[in-house]
């Protein structure tokens, strides 16, 4: 399984990024993909979660509110849709793949994308 994240970059605060992850390879079943992110000297956090089969959501406290994700599966892409941004949204922003019945750390997760970098300006 291969992700490729992308829609990063540089935005003022209030502003608005989408964010992208393709999904290439063999992921089949009731698997999650998830959005985790990782500001300097921080913890990775989770962010917000899917499950593939069912389409249902899964946020983080900071996500709540401001972020959205869906799916497009004709494209085997999640988007992440962030709005109202703040300073403390900047971070490297990774997807990933999780197999698990569970969704919302780190370690349900088995494959990750190479990560697409926030920077929200003030």
């Known amino acids: 399984v291969q992700l490729q994240a992308s829609g990063g970059g540089l935005v003022q605060v209030g502003g608005s990024l989408r964010l992208a992850c393709a999904v290439s390879?063999?992921?089949?079943?009731?698997?999650?993909m998830g959005w985790f992110r990782q500001a300097p000297g921080k913890e990775r956090e989770f962010v917000a979660a899917?499950?593939?089969?069912?389409?249902?959501?899964y946020y983080g406290d900071s996500a709540k509110g401001r972020f959205t994700i869906g799916t497009d599966h004709a494209k085997s892409t999640v988007y992440l849709s962030m709005n109202r941004l703040k300073p403390e949204d900047s971070a490297v922003y990774y997807c990933?793949?999780?197999?698990?019945?569970?969704?919302?750390?780190?370690?349900?997760?088995?494959?990750w994308g190479q990560g697409t970098q926030v920077t929200v300006s003030s």
């Open positions: 390879g063999r992921a089949s079943g009731d698997f999650a």
């Open positions: 990933a793949v999780g197999f698990a019945a569970t969704h919302s750390v780190v370690h349900d997760y088995d494959y």
């Open positions: 899917i499950r593939w089969r069912s389409d249902s959501p």
